[in-house]
């Protein structure tokens, strides 16, 4: 054991013991020429098994940067002994708060299961993906400005594809998902879903998570709607759980539309449109038509619907007539497709309202209890088609700018999904990537060195523009492409050069722009080329902007 009052390194002057574990003791010390604190664990080495799953703990939070992780500052590698030295946290583990204070407020809970939804989230995106498998109170520690920290990575480990199984089975008993004890089951995201699932379960209700049950039955004031996400986090089969953090991340702002107040609501909605709208042809199907005759009318009252969307002369109007569409069949993708491009995108901005109002269509309820969204999932291709194009809106064209989470969840559904071209999979990979680096440019390690490598970078932004994208995807689909090519070029041009990004290089992806410009966009039809000629104005002058930049940054050594 380290002294308290030695220094170690010359710089970290041990104050006292802070924590222990299995093989390891953490330490609180002072860095008194940086008056800062840290903390140190010492891993003692006697214990191979141990000390080779600290060393992976190592090496997987030096990679990483989130402000819900703390990062290590510096190693120290002695005979007995490593030393790591982190950011100290300050503040109280959640298994004491919950000593101290029992069950605690929904309010609370959900915003702390928030942020850990985030921490999660970055984890899950790495590559590969880094899954934490020991999510509980004790591992998690409220700061005294109420933001919460994620410690203790012993159990994490990332996910391999080609893996049938979990090299080691870790995490706490109660609070391990099922699979973490199954030899042929392999720990992934979901497995971290279903700790959360029961941290919050446990931190509600204040009962072991040994009882496990709906947290309604212990304090029936909670909300039916956060029971019902808990349920779904804590489901025995990964298939049946939330599939992403995103996806739980959603369900937690919107719990209370998941009440069963708001289903008997939506669905009485669904009634009252029916009789409206409908009335006089479903009267007719059930004085005797057949199930045939009423598909028939359904197929009719949709394609009339989406005609009278495409006609509509006010937003409104256009909008209601789009969501009676997907409303009739919410398989569909037509009227899904012609809200999200005719309806929200047609000004080529998405807003936070529009986005609100998308997610509220797409998570109505039909009359068996399933979501919209739900059903329209079942057609894989039409939701495929679909997430790209979401994820391209939200990625290019949301209003808040720094909030990607809803892009990353599209673009992971695109690239995974077989019923899209390799092009559009390879760009929503690629996509998915660009996100990673837009949170790590501008972050250093300790050593000041950039998380970000610009050549890589680069070589990322440059595989989103091989091929034809007008004729792979769309015209405004290659549009937000080429404007990303040019604007970064722009904002980040001597970063690529310092990267070793040569000038030709950069002059070649601008003219490959500029000859698609004028090759590319002249076979649409007239409505759409109104659409599109003042975003291609738009990128056209991007394009001149970039070409003028590479020249000023390679300016210096043509000298």
Same mark, same amino acid.
């Given at each position: 054991?380290?002294?308290?009052?030695? %220094?170690?390194?010359?710089?970290?002057?041990?104050?006292? +013991?802070?924590?222990?574990?299995?093989?390891?003791?953490?330490?609180?010390?002072?860095?008194?020429?940086?008056?800062?604190?840290?903390?140190?664990?010492?891993? %003692?080495?006697?214990?191979?098994?141990?000390?080779?799953?600290?060393?992976?703990?190592?090496? !997987?939070?030096?990679?990483?940067?989130?402000?819900?992780?703390?990062?290590?500052?510096?190693?120290?590698?002695?005979?007995?002994? =490593?030393?790591?030295?982190?950011?100290?946290?300050?503040?109280?583990?959640? @298994?004491?708060?919950?000593?101290?204070?029992?069950?605690? $407020?929904?309010?609370?809970? !959900?915003?702390?299961?928030?942020?850990?939804?985030? /921490?999660?989230?970055?984890?899950? $995106?790495?590559?590969?993906?880094?899954?934490?498998?020991?999510?509980?109170?004790?591992?998690?520690?409220?700061?005294?400005?109420?933001? =919460?920290?994620?410690?203790?990575?012993?159990?994490?480990?990332?996910?391999?594809?080609?893996?049938?199984? @979990? &090299?080691?089975? #870790?995490? &706490?008993?109660?609070?391990?998902?099922?699979?973490?004890?199954?030899?042929?089951?392999?720990?992934?995201?979901?497995?971290?879903?279903?700790?959360?699932?029961?941290?919050?379960?446990?931190?509600?209700?204040?009962?072991?998570?040994?009882?496990?049950?709906?947290?309604?039955?212990?304090? $029936?004031?909670?909300?039916?709607?956060?029971?019902? =996400?808990? %349920?779904?986090?804590?489901?025995?089969?990964?298939?049946?759980?939330?599939?992403?953090?995103?996806?739980?991340?959603?369900?937690?702002?919107?719990?209370?539309?998941?009440?069963?107040?708001?289903?008997?609501?939506?669905?009485?909605?669904?009634?009252?449109?029916?009789?409206?709208?409908?009335?006089?042809?479903?009267?007719?199907?059930?004085?005797?038509?057949?199930?045939?005759?009423?598909?028939?009318?359904?197929?009719?009252?949709?394609?009339?619907?989406?005609?009278?969307?495409?006609? $509509?002369?006010?937003?409104?109007?256009?909008?209601?007539?789009?969501?009676?569409?997907?409303?009739?069949?919410? /398989?569909?993708?037509? /009227?899904?497709?012609?809200?999200?491009?005719?309806?929200?995108?047609? @000004?080529?901005?998405? &807003?936070?309202?529009?986005?609100?109002?998308?997610?509220?269509?797409?998570?109505?309820?039909?009359?068996?209890?399933? &979501?919209?969204?739900?059903?329209?999932?079942?057609?894989?291709?039409?939701?495929?088609?679909?997430?790209?194009?979401?994820?391209?809106?939200?990625?290019?064209?949301?209003?808040?700018?720094?909030?990607?989470?809803? /892009?990353?969840?599209?673009?992971?559904?695109?690239?995974?999904?077989?019923?899209?071209?390799?092009?559009?999979?390879?760009?929503?990979?690629? #996509?998915?990537?660009?996100?990673?680096?837009?949170?790590?440019?501008?972050?250093?390690?300790?050593?000041?060195?950039?998380?970000?490598?610009?050549?890589?970078?680069?070589?990322?932004?440059?595989?989103?523009?091989?091929?034809?994208?007008?004729?792979?995807?769309?015209?405004?689909?290659?549009?937000?492409?080429?404007?990303?090519?040019?604007?970064?070029?722009?904002?980040?041009?001597?970063?690529?050069?310092?990267?070793? =990004?040569?000038?030709?290089?950069?002059?070649?992806?601008? +003219?490959?722009?500029?000859?698609?410009?004028?090759?590319?966009?002249?076979?649409?039809?007239?409505?759409?080329?109104?659409?599109?000629?003042?975003?291609?104005?738009?990128?056209?002058?991007?394009?001149?902007?970039?070409?003028?930049?590479?020249?000023? %940054?390679?300016?210096?050594?043509?000298?």
């Amino acid at each position: 054991m380290l002294k308290v009052g030695s %220094v170690i390194d010359g710089k970290y002057k041990i104050l006292n +013991v802070i924590g222990r574990g299995g093989m390891s003791v953490v330490y609180l010390a002072m860095n008194e020429r940086a008056n800062k604190f840290w903390a140190v664990k010492e891993i %003692v080495k006697s214990d191979s098994l141990r000390f080779s799953l600290d060393r992976k703990e190592l090496e !997987l939070m030096k990679r990483l940067r989130h402000p819900c992780i703390p990062a290590i500052a510096d190693v120290i590698d002695r005979r007995e002994a =490593v030393l790591i030295v982190m950011d100290y946290v300050e503040g109280l583990p959640l @298994d004491s708060l919950l000593a101290r204070q029992g069950a605690q $407020s929904q309010e609370k809970v !959900l915003e702390w299961a928030k942020q850990l939804c985030g /921490a999660l989230s970055y984890l899950h $995106s790495r590559r590969p993906p880094v899954i934490y498998r020991d999510l509980k109170p004790a591992n998690v520690i409220e700061r005294p400005d109420g933001t =919460v920290a994620l410690i203790d990575f012993g159990a994490a480990r990332e996910y391999k594809p080609e893996s049938l199984g @979990d &090299t080691v089975s #870790l995490g &706490t008993f109660g609070y391990a998902a099922p699979e973490q004890y199954e030899r042929t089951g392999q720990s992934d995201a979901r497995t971290d879903i279903y700790c959360l699932g029961v941290m919050m379960f446990q931190l509600l209700t204040g009962e072991s998570p040994h009882r496990l049950r709906p947290i309604r039955e212990y304090r $029936s004031s909670l909300s039916a709607g956060l029971e019902a =996400v808990l %349920v779904k986090c804590t489901q025995l089969r990964k298939e049946e759980r939330y599939q992403s953090c995103a996806e739980l991340l959603y369900a937690l702002e919107h719990y209370q539309e998941q009440d069963r107040t708001y289903r008997e609501k939506q669905k009485r909605k669904v009634g009252i449109f029916a009789a409206c709208f409908l009335g006089s042809a479903l009267l007719g199907a059930a004085a005797g038509l057949f199930l045939g005759k009423e598909t028939q009318i359904r197929k009719t009252n949709y394609e009339a619907y989406m005609l009278a969307a495409r006609n $509509s002369v006010d937003k409104n109007e256009e909008i209601e007539n789009y969501g009676r569409a997907a409303s009739l069949d919410p /398989a569909r993708e037509e /009227a899904w497709l012609g809200l999200l491009r005719e309806g929200f995108l047609d @000004d080529s901005f998405l &807003t936070a309202k529009e986005s609100r109002e998308l997610r509220a269509a797409l998570i109505r309820y039909t009359d068996e209890g399933k &979501t919209y969204e739900a059903v329209f999932q079942e057609n894989e291709k039409g939701y495929a088609r679909f997430a790209y194009e979401a994820g391209i809106a939200y990625f290019y064209k949301f209003e808040e700018k720094e909030n990607k989470k809803n /892009a990353a969840g599209y673009f992971r559904i695109a690239a995974e999904s077989e019923a899209l071209e390799e092009g559009q999979r390879k760009r929503a990979r690629c #996509l998915g990537l660009i996100s990673d680096y837009y949170s790590r440019i501008g972050m250093v390690d300790e050593a000041g060195d950039a998380f970000v490598s610009y050549r890589d970078y680069w070589d990322d932004l440059t595989e989103l523009l091989e091929g034809n994208l007008v004729e792979e995807d769309n015209e405004r689909t290659a549009l937000v492409m080429y404007r990303e090519m040019a604007g970064q070029i722009v904002s980040r041009g001597a970063r690529f050069r310092d990267a070793g =990004v040569e000038k030709e290089e950069m002059l070649a992806q601008l +003219v490959r722009i500029e000859e698609s410009l004028d090759k590319d966009f002249t076979r649409m039809d007239e409505g759409m080329q109104e659409l599109v000629r003042r975003e291609t104005e738009e990128v056209r002058q991007a394009a001149a902007q970039a070409k003028r930049i590479v020249q000023s %940054v390679f300016a210096g050594e043509e000298n």
